[in-house]
Each structure stands twice: as structure tokens, then as C-alpha cells.
């Protein structure tokens, strides 16, 4: 007698292997279980395989109750075949009000993924989407696959919906769904499970005047693909390694820690392939690749794709007609059909032409050479019909945006400020002509139409110039706005920084290549705080250290000292001592021409704190009796700052002496300060040392009284560091009162924080922590 395993006992099959740390071919799972590998892949594929080694093989990862594995003659197997169009019928609404609809953009906010929007409907291609999802299965043995094909053929689409589907089928699986309604619910195979997705645009798709076709060179590096997967996978390490050899295994051991679907689209535009092709082939086996190209590339598995078939093309163009409120008859959609042969990116856009008002009798007039000339017969025709009205600013403001941006600042960049009727309308007409679409409230638009828009801005250069430099100034006013020092419940104002970082660092970034020092430097200057609390802590390194060095050259010794401290600092907390001392103390030496007296304050403050890290509290006590007599210059409220300051350093050093009584009565003083000023992050600070004395005094009521409300406050304020700080704490409190497992909890998530940090100290003494237990 044959058995299978159903969907849902590959789920549990599959919790037990991650329990025992098993991968899917364990030799150890195989030898347990007496059964060869290709019989163990046949249980994993939902295959049927003989009764006693099905029950085995469940045995072998601690599975008793073999029946609960086993489909029973009533389950539901997206491989059966019967009542197909019953299934289809009943479930194609579920389907598009439950996923496609609805939980797509919940599907986003799952962990471990980084995929674009998508911005059109899939249609069509359900062979060659079963093809992909087939050899996307780590059982697969070809651990890279090319998706190829001529450009705007739907490459990216056909991935990115197979890629949609994985992120579909593991929030059902989490959710114990309901899997007929995956967005496609009559595929013959069940899409790879996947606990990581990572989606990298080697280069943006362009559209030049001879047509669809690829020729600026932006290229993206193996450095670009490493700092995609450090920030998916929440792995600081691979960019905080300086050798690339470091940097490479730490890439390999954040890619083995889960199975993770990696694409890299658009692989031609990369001038170095073999390089990139190398890192992929070396990747682990928990890890499957894809690549799209225009170029043909057999490496393992490799998909070409064709014009869409007649049927699926007129499905498009009906569903496009439908969406633009264009009428079109069927005779009307089979010619559409016949002039564009079925490329997607023309059929859409073709469309667009009409929704403008495009005469049809022209748009499929055969004169023009079809392919080649495609992309410039679409685009010049839409944007010659706006290039005298205001949509067309806006058109050229939004490819200057790295990440989507909201209605105020396109409107500025635009120029449109004065007028708010004329830009509604205005950007009403750039979606109707699916030249951008709105996504919440922000407006975006695909990096086809971008690239080329772009191109039509380098053409003008006395706009582009001015657009610039609106897109700078409202960048720089922004980040004054919401940016500066950290008073108060600083998160009301950072989180509007949080919401812009991508297009602040692009600002900063272009900045930075241009040698536009003046505006980058302010940007820089007023972000600081803001980098410095909510954690980007690589970055901002980046971006201050530009800052400095362009500083130095230009003689701007104000801005380097005020930058040296704030990078020491930084430097400080991540335990790289050797560097901040170099930084803190360089700092020193030209404060004491240059440096205003709050800088110096900061800096002889921080060198305090650098010493007690050191261990010297000698050096630390004479330190922070400087800062005592340079804060006596200082006006409020600074004075008042840096007095909490120094006290707070004088209570870690008698902290770090074990004299909490003197600890304890100095933090309380400070803590007073902080609320009398109303400082957020420093009466947290401060809260955080005062239940850590309470939990050796052994009160434990106010220890949690403290840590309760302390805790709120910083995850209010998103400051990560104190978070972690907060969560160390926690576990110790756990421990002392004698809850071992709740301890373990807080000591993971408080090591798991040091680490996304980069606060090497911190992260060692919470393993140490944890090894003790």
C-alpha cells in the first residue's frame, strides 16, 4: 500500500525537521529512517511512496501519529485533477477579494522579504509559471535559473508573481489557510516554500528612442546584492565586515539560515556577469536563484519567454480598456493585438494612447517598424500630448525620487506649489495615461517609465538644474523640519525622517557625487540625532564621514568637529574604541579653536564614557570634571543637557565601582533633571540604571515599575538602543526573581538588538549571559 503526505502534513513534517536542524536531504534523516534520498524527496514532494517507509521517514523526525501526515481521501490537493473547472468557478472570487485584493499588501509586511509592487494584474503564462515554480524547489537540482526574453516581454512579472505566490502560500501555511485561494488556485504544482525573499534590480529597465533596449549604465555590484541581503535578512554583519572574504562567508551564513528565494533582475546591464554568476553558483543549498535578462544565458535551468499568446493578449488589452475607460469592440482588440504582436509593455501602454485620446486608426497604422520602435513610438506620443501642461513637470519631478514620493513633495519638486487645482488634475492625467499610479499617499511609476523620463530630463538641462535644485531644497528643508536635536518625544518629528529615509540618502548620495558639499552637509548635520537613535549606524557613518573629509579639505573645521564627535560617539557605542578615541580625542585638538562650546561639552563628555569603557576611571572622573566646568558657559537648555550628562556619566562610573548607593542617589538626581526639561531619551536612561540597582537591591516592584514604563517610552520613541538596553535588563529581573525561561526570552531578543546595532560589547556579555544559564 501507497501513502502521500498531505499539505498540511508537509507542514508539520516540516516544523519537526526544523526542530531536529535537519535540511531536506539529511543524510541523518535518510539513515534514520531507511530510505534513500530520492525516496525522501518523493515523500517531500507529496509523492506517493511505500506505507512503511512513509511511516519511517515520519518516525524518524519524531512524528508518532504517522496518520496525521497522510492525505485522507477527503483533503485537498491542488494536484488533483477532478471537478478542476468546479474548483475554478468557486474560488477565483475568494481569490481575488482574499489575496490578490486584499492581503497582497499585508503579504509585504511579512518578514524577511524585500519584493517590489506589482503594478498590473498577471495574466496569462500558466505553463510557463508551473515551469518556474517547478524548478524553483530546492529539490530542484539547478540552483540558479535565466527567465530570458526580448525586453518589456514580462520577465519581471512572470517572477515576481511566481515569487507573489511563495509569499501567498507561506501565509496561508502560517495561517492554516485555505489554499484554493492562492491568487492562481488551479496550478498543477504548489509553490516552493520559502522563509526569505530578495528582490535586486541589477539596473533599471529603460526605453530609449531605437526602442526597448538597455544602455545607461548604472551598475550594481556584488556590494549592492550583499547590503540587499543584510538588510532583508536583518544581518548587520555582512556590511559591518570590512575584508571581502569576511564579508562573502558572513553573506553564505545568513543565506544558510533559512531557505531564501534570491533574484537579480535585469542581469545584463551588469558589465561584470561572470562575477555575479560565480556568487551565485557558490551560494548554499538553502538558496535558489533567479535571474532575468535579455540575454540568452544557459547556466542551470533556463525559461525563454515569447509574446504573450493571442488569448491572454486580448485578455490584457480588455482588462487595461476596462481599468482607462477606453470602448473598444473585438474586432478593435484583435487589431490592437495584430500591430503590437503581443508585448505586454506596448499592449499597456498603447492604451494609455488611446485613454488620451490617441486616434486608433493611427496607433495601428503599420509604418513604423514594430519592435524596434516600440518603447519611442509609446512614449513620445504620451508625453509630446503633455509636454506644454503641468503634468509633464510632474512626470519629470517623480523620476528624481528614489522612493516613491508623497503628494507635497512632488508638487514642490514640481514647481506646482501655487497652484493645488492644477496639480490634482495634472496627476489625475498622469494615471490615467498609466504613465504613474498611487499607492496610499504616495505616487509611484514603473522604472521602465522612469529610465525613460529621466533621459528626457538630461536633455534639458537648464530644467533639470532647477528641478534639482527644488528636489534638494525641499530635502534639506525637511530634514530641518523634522531633524535637529532630541527634545521631547523626539519620534513625533523622526518618524516623518524614518518615512523618507530612502529618498533622504538618495539626496545625500548624489550629493556626495557631485561634490555638493554645502547642501549635503546641512542635510548631514540635521539628521545626526536622527541616524544616531533609530539605528543607522552604517549609514550614517557613510554619510558623516563624507561630510567630514569634504570639511577638511574645504577648511570647515566648525562642521568637522561638530560631525568628529557625533561619529565617535557612534563609534563609542558600537565598541570599535580605537577609532572613536582617534575621532573623540582628533576632535578635541580642534575644539579648542574651532569648536562651539556645546561640541566641546559633548566630546569631553563622550571621552568620559570611553574611558569607563576602557576601564580607567581615573582618566573618566577628570574627563567629566571638564565637562562640569565647560557646561558652566552654556545657556539653557543646554546647560541643563549636558548637567544630566555629567551626572549620569559620574553615576556609571560609581555603577561600574559597585557603589550603587552613590549610583542609585546621582541617577535620581539626574532623572529629576530629565523630567523638569522634559528629555525623553535621558530620563529612560536614566530609568533603565535605577531598576537595574532595584533588581540587586532585590526591589523588585520598583525595578518593574520602572523598566515597564521606561521600556514603552523608548519602543515609543523607536531609540533601538535603549530598547536594548531595556530588554538586558529585563532578563536580568527575570533571572533574579527566578523565571529561567522568561530570562532566556529577554536575553535573545536583547542579544538579537546588540547585534542588529552592532554593539559588539553588548552582544558578547548577553551570549555570556546566556551560555550561564
Known amino acids: 500500500m501507497s501513502l502521500k503526505a498531505s499539505v498540511q502534513g508537509l507542514e508539520k513534517i516540516h516544523e519537526a525537521r526544523l526542530r531536529k536542524k535537519w535540511n531536506r536531504q539529511d543524510t541523518r534523516w535518510c539513515q534514520a529512517a531507511t530510505v534513500s534520498v530520492s525516496g525522501l524527496k518523493r515523500f517531500l514532494a507529496g509523492e506517493d511512496i511505500g ?61 524577511k522579504q524585500r519584493l517590489p509592487h506589482q503594478t498590473n494584474e498577471f495574466l496569462g503564462r500558466k505553463s510557463e509559471l508551473e515551469q518556474l515554480l517547478r524548478v524553483m524547489s530546492l529539490d530542484y537540482r539547478s540552483p540558479i535559473i535565466t527567465v530570458s526574453g526580448m525586453g518589456g516581454v514580462g520577465k519581471t512579472a512572470l517572477v515576481l508573481q511566481a515569487a507573489y505566490l511563495c509569499l501567498e502560500y507561506r501565509y496561508l501555511r502560517e495561517n492554516r489557510g485555505d489554499f484554493k485561494l492562492l491568487s492562481t488556485p488551479d496550478l498543477e504544482v504548489l509553490p516552493p516554500q520559502f522563509e526569505a525573499i530578495i528582490f535586486v534590480s541589477a539596473k533599471e529597465s529603460n526605453l530609449l528612442p531605437t526602442g526597448i533596449t538597455a544602455k545607461l549604465k548604472r551598475q550594481v555590484s556584488l556590494l549592492d546584492i550583499f547590503q540587499a541581503i543584510a538588510t532583508t535578512l536583518d544581518a548587520p554583519a555582512i556590511t559591518q565586515a570590512i575584508d571581502p572574504i569576511e564579508q562573502f562567508q558572513k553573506v553564505k551564513e545568513a543565506l544558510s539560515a533559512q531557505t531564501t528565494l ?18 551565485l553558483d557558490d551560494l548554499p543549498n538553502t538558496t535558489k536563484a533567479i ?31 476596462t481599468d482607462k475607460g477606453v470602448n473598444l469592440n473585438d474586432e478593435e482588440i484583435l487589431q490592437l493585438y495584430q500591430r503590437f504582436s503581443g508585448v505586454p509593455i506596448a499592449l499597456i501602454y498603447a492604451i494609455g494612447q488611446l485613454a488620451n485620446g490617441f486616434s486608433l486608426t493611427n496607433l495601428i497604422e503599420r509604418t513604423t517598424p514594430l519592435f524596434q520602435d516600440i518603447g519611442k513610438f509609446c512614449f513620445e506620443s504620451l508625453i509630446q500630448g503633455i509636454s506644454q501642461r503641468p503634468a509633464y513637470q510632474l512626470l519629470l519631478a517623480i523620476s528624481l525620487f528614489h522612493q516613491s514620493p508623497r503628494r507635497e513633495a512632488l508638487i514642490a519638486v514640481a514647481g506646482l506649489e501655487a497652484n493645488d487645482v492644477i496639480a490634482n488634475e495634472s496627476l489625475a492625467k498622469l494615471q490615467r495615461l498609466s504613465l504613474i499610479f498611487q499607492e496610499g499617499e504616495r505616487y509611484e511609476m514603473s522604472s521602465l517609465t522612469r529610465e525613460y523620463v529621466l533621459q528626457e530630463l538630461a536633455k534639458q538641462n537648464e530644467r533639470e538644474v ?59 548635520i540635521s539628521l545626526a540625532y536622527y541616524l544616531y537613535l533609530y539605528g543607522h549606524w552604517d549609514r550614517g557613518m557613510a554619510i558623516l564621514g563624507w561630510v567630514v573629509e569634504s570639511g577638511e579639505r574645504r577648511e570647515d573645521w566648525l562642521t568637522v568637529v561638530q560631525l568628529r564627535a557625533m561619529s565617535g560617539w557612534i563609534m563609542l557605542m558600537m565598541g570599535q574604541l580605537d577609532y572613536a578615541e582617534h575621532h573623540l580625542s582628533y576632535g578635541w585638538q580642534l575644539s579648542n579653536d574651532y569648536g562651539t562650546m556645546f561640541t566641546r561639552c559633548e566630546i569631553a563628555d563622550n571621552l568620559a564614557i570611553l574611558n569607563i569603557r576602557k576601564g580607567d576611571y581615573t582618566t573618566a572622573r577628570q574627563w567629566s570634571e571638564t565637562c562640569d566646568r565647560l557646561t558652566l558657559e552654556l545657556e539653557d537648555p543646554d546647560r541643563t543637557r549636558f548637567q544630566i550628562y555629567g551626572l549620569c556619566t559620574k553615576a556609571d562610573i ?117 551560555a550561564l544559564r
Open 291 to 321: 535571474i532575468t535578462s535579455r540575454e540568452q544565458r544557459v547556466i542551470y535551468a533556463s525559461l525563454r519567454l515569447d509574446a504573450l499568446a493571442e488569448i491572454d493578449s486580448l485578455q490584457l488589452i480588455r482588462q487595461q480598456a
Open 262 to 279: 534570491l533574484i537579480i533582475d535585469n542581469l545584463e546591464t551588469i558589465e561584470d556577469k561572470d562575477k555575479i554568476i560565480s556568487f
Open 51 to 111: 506505507e512503511d517507509s512513509f511511516i519511517r521517514i515520519c518516525q524518524a523526525v519524531g512524528i508518532e501519529n504517522w496518520r496525521d501526515i497522510a492525505e485522507s481521501s477527503k483533503a485537498s490537493n491542488l494536484t488533483q485533477k477532478p471537478s478542476r473547472k468546479s474548483d475554478r468557478l468557486n474560488t477565483s472570487t475568494k481569490s481575488t477579494t482574499k489575496i490578490d485584493r486584499l492581503d497582497r499588501t499585508a503579504l509585504l509586511c511579512l518578514p
Open 466 to 524: 532647477e528641478m534639482r535644485d527644488r528636489w534638494i531644497s525641499w530635502h534639506l528643508e525637511f530634514s530641518k523640519k523634522y531633524g535637529g536635536k532630541d527634545w521631547g518625544d523626539w519620534h513625533s518629528h523622526y518618524d516623518y525622517l524614518e518615512a523618507e529615509w530612502e529618498n533622504l540618502a538618495s539626496v545625500l548620495d548624489w550629493c556626495a557625487i557631485r561634490d555638493r558639499y554645502t547642501d549635503g552637509r546641512d542635510i548631514g
Open 654 to 770: 560609581f555603577y561600574q565601582e559597585q557603589n550603587y548607593d552613590k549610583a542609585k542617589e546621582i541617577y535620581e538626581t539626574a532623572l529629576d533633571l530629565a523630567l523638569e526639561i522634559q528629555w525623553q531619551r535621558y530620563t529612560n536612561y536614566t530609568r533603565g540604571w535605577l531598576a537595574d540597582i532595584s533588581i540587586i537591591e532585590g526591589d523588585f516592584t520598583k525595578a518593574e515599575k520602572l523598566l515597564m514604563t521606561g521600556f514603552i517610552a523608548a519602543e515609543r520613541n523607536h531609540d533601538r538602543q535603549r530598547i536594548a538596553f531595556f530588554e538586558r535588563c529585563y532578563a536580568r529581573f527575570e533571572l533574579a526573581k527566578g523565571n529561567l525561561e522568561r530570562s532566556q526570552e529577554w536575553g535573545i531578543k536583547a542579544k538579537d538588538s546588540f547585534y542588529r546595532l552592532g554593539m559588539k560589547l553588548e552582544m558578547a556579555q548577553m551570549e555570556e549571559f546566556l
